[in-house]
């Protein structure tokens, strides 16, 4: 296989924090194709991702066990309930022509709260 461009890893690398070598097997698995790429990295099984970093576990000391369930509670909601929502309302929403890579982006927290705010 031909390897991938550097702008493209490094788009890849940017928005996924992975490492350089699975942004390579993505890329390549994909055929290239960034938005792809990053779709599947985020979606390989539909399931979570935990990352045992010293600065997660150092906040989850610090805070108090409320703070970590509302955490928790916040980020299942917004995995399982508000972007099957979303998704289903592609074309209504959003324009249906928005690419998926916009989605992970820093926008996608604030997007997912006002969408939240929508629902009350």
């Not at 000391?61 to 703070?67: D, F, K, P, Q």
């Not at 998704?87 to 820093?106: H, N």
Request: net charge negative; hydrophobic share 50%; glycine share 8%.
């Amino acid at each position: 296989m031909v390897r991938p461009n550097q702008e493209a890893i490094d788009t890849f690398i940017s928005i996924t924090g992975a490492p350089e070598a699975v942004a390579i097997s993505m890329l390549e698995e994909h055929a290239g194709d960034l938005n792809t790429a990053v779709n599947a990295y985020f979606s390989e099984g539909d399931r979570f991702y935990f990352d045992f970093s010293m600065t997660y576990i150092g906040a989850g000391i610090i805070c108090s066990h409320l703070v970590n369930l509302s955490l928790l509670l916040g980020a299942v909601h917004s995995w399982g309930v508000m972007w099957p929502l979303i998704g289903g309302l592609k074309g209504e929403w959003f324009p249906a022509t928005l690419p998926a890579l916009q989605l992970y982006q820093k926008a996608a927290s604030r997007m997912v709260t006002r969408f939240s705010f929508l629902l009350l």
